[in-house]
């Protein structure tokens, strides 16, 4: 069972705070809206910018091609209309990372296109995504820079949801890491587009099942989904408006918004939530079993021996990354709490015990063949016994630690 470093939006994400974008004001875009619309299903996504800018008078799209950048040393871009190409050229490596030499040159190829838009009609940007680039760090770098976002899309085909969730290989050796020291994998990766996105393009075809459809409906079930064709829907979408920070709060370990339980055509999510802590030892011993028991596994647990620290689960492809996400707010002294954001606050005040305040067991599995009793049975077997629990917190504290390899301690 590997263990891969998360890179949530790829490497060197940036930690600039952004604002809502959603806000006109400030910044040099004027009237320009960008829409970024990404996705490792590359024909869904080609599929989606293109019925935009056909139904969108003057919109153009801004793509980077990272494929070639280890051997030339340079990012593609091109920037096209509806009609065909209208520019290119190309930008260095940054630190040997093409994601990054992204990020240098997209902000002041948008306020170009901005400018040459200035007087004239609305404009919409379409920032199509090369395919393992993420949008969360794409989407704070915009909107930091005082452009407006529309949306961000992941285009979506069905039929390869499940398997781009079951695939555990590193982007590398797909031909898809985004830099030398990206660790990514397929399934993480995906995993992460389709989530973080309000907006599903669904290139729905023929292989797709309902199998499929209840899948992707589980996965995300707050996600708009507007099938690739419905162009006055996806024009809609694409400049509805996005806010980076609320969509940045709904992907956080602390108050992620996980889905709730769901059955439907042989796939099932089932919503595991306790107060008792984990014993180390017996959660390590059974982690293979838990992360092959899903397609796709999220959420916050704490260990009884780290009782101050909240820990995010994140596990696609049979492969698991557990990370520290902070402490618990129950740790924190009361002074603390007003630098946490309301979001968190009202995420721990839902969660709250009376013994142990935030901390809780909260995991989400989805998958088809999915079995709820026994996963329930398994998770279960791990958490502290009666008489573990009555030994009281110093002792859990001398437990042998089981994670120090996952926390990189």
């Not at 129950?330 to 309301?342: G, I, K």
């Amino acid at each position: 069972m590997p263990h891969h470093p998360h890179h949530p939006s790829g490497p060197h994400d940036p930690s600039a705070r952004s604002r809502a974008s959603g806000d006109r004001s400030g910044g040099s875009g004027g009237d320009l809206t960008v829409a970024l619309v990404g996705g490792l299903h590359a024909d869904a996504r080609r599929a989606a910018v293109a019925r935009l800018l056909a139904a969108v008078p003057g919109a153009v799209a801004l793509h980077h091609d990272l494929a070639t950048a280890p051997e030339t040393g340079t990012v593609a871009r091109t920037v096209r209309d509806a009609s065909g190409v209208l520019s290119s050229g190309d930008t260095p490596l940054v630190d040997d990372c093409a994601c990054c030499a992204l990020r240098e040159d997209l902000v002041p190829e948008l306020r170009r296109i901005a400018d040459r838009a200035a007087g004239g009609p609305p404009r919409l940007a379409v920032v199509e995504l090369w395919d393992s680039v993420e949008p969360k760090a794409m989407a704070e770098v915009v909107a930091a820079a005082g452009l407006r976002i529309g949306a961000v899309i992941t285009a979506v085909d069905p039929a390869l949801v499940l398997p781009f969730l079951g695939n555990g290989d590193d982007l590398a050796d797909a031909g898809l890491a985004a830099a030398a020291t990206d660790r990514r994998t397929v399934a993480d990766t995906w995993a992460r587009q389709l989530e973080y996105a309000p907006v599903l393009a669904l290139l729905d075809g023929p292989d797709a099942d309902d199998e499929d459809r209840a899948l992707l409906a589980q996965l995300h079930p707050t996600a708009r989904r507007v099938p690739v064709g419905r162009d006055e829907e996806l024009v809609a979408a694409a400049f509805a408006g996005f806010d980076v920070e609320a969509a940045g709060a709904a992907q956080h370990p602390a108050c992620a918004l996980l889905p709730q339980e769901g059955d439907a055509h042989g796939v099932a999510t089932h919503v595991w939530r306790r107060h008792r802590p984990f014993h180390p030892g017996r959660l390590y011993a059974a982690l293979e079993e838990l992360t092959c028991a899903a397609v796709r596994s999220r959420g916050r647990f704490w260990l009884a021996d780290r009782p101050d620290t909240l820990l995010a689960w994140d596990a696609a492809g049979g492969a698991l990354c557990v990370e520290s996400a902070g402490p618990w707010l129950a740790s924190l002294p009361d002074a603390a709490w007003e630098m946490v954001p309301p979001v968190r606050r009202a995420a721990a005040a839902l969660d709250w015990h009376p013994e142990h305040g935030d901390r809780c067991q909260h995991l989400v599995f989805t998958s088809p063949g999915l079995e709820p009793e026994a996963l329930a049975e398994v998770l279960d077997s791990c958490l502290l016994t009666d008489a573990e629990y009555a030994a009281g917190r110093e002792a859990w504290k001398r437990l042998p630690s089981a994670f120090d390899a996952f926390l990189g301690v």
